[in-house]
Nanobody, 118 residues
Framework: QVQLAEYGGGLVQPGGSLRLSCAVSGLTINISPVGWYRQAPGKKRELVAKISLSGNTNYAESVKGRFAISKDNAKNTVVLQMNSLEPDDTALYYC????????????WGQGTQVTVSS
């Protein structure tokens, strides 16, 4: 059974940076596309970043140029580097595993809270 454990969130001022990590167990991430979602209060969960098996990355328009997704295959961990954070980035962030068709195959973890506020 695949388990995801997100961590690295916190409170940061606008313009600051955070590095989120997602430790994956039960599956080797170098054989799966992976991504990060977020859900802000009162809003739908949205996909913000995804990395394919070949290493191609895709980002939501709202985070392009500020966020970077990567995989640490040695640690079986998915990383989301977030720079130039804005108050609208405040949300609970979750990682996810996908199959080759693009369907999310993992259950949701507990997520990690990111709060951007002065």
């Amino acid at each position: 059974q695949v388990q995801l454990a997100e961590y690295g969130g916190g409170l940061v001022q606008p313009g600051g940076s955070l590095r989120l990590s997602c430790a994956v167990s039960g599956l080797t991430i170098n054989i799966s596309p992976v991504g990060w979602y977020r859900q802000a209060p009162g809003k739908k969960r949205e996909l913000v970043a995804k990395i394919s098996l070949s290493g191609n990355t895709n980002y939501a328009e709202s985070v392009k140029g500020r966020f970077a997704i990567s995989k640490d295959n040695a640690k079986n961990t998915v990383v989301l580097q977030m720079n130039s954070l804005e108050p609208d980035d405040t949300a609970l962030y979750y990682c996810a595993i996908f199959n080759w068709k693009g369907d999310r195959t993992s259950d949701w973890g507990q997520g990690t809270q990111v709060t951007v506020s002065s």
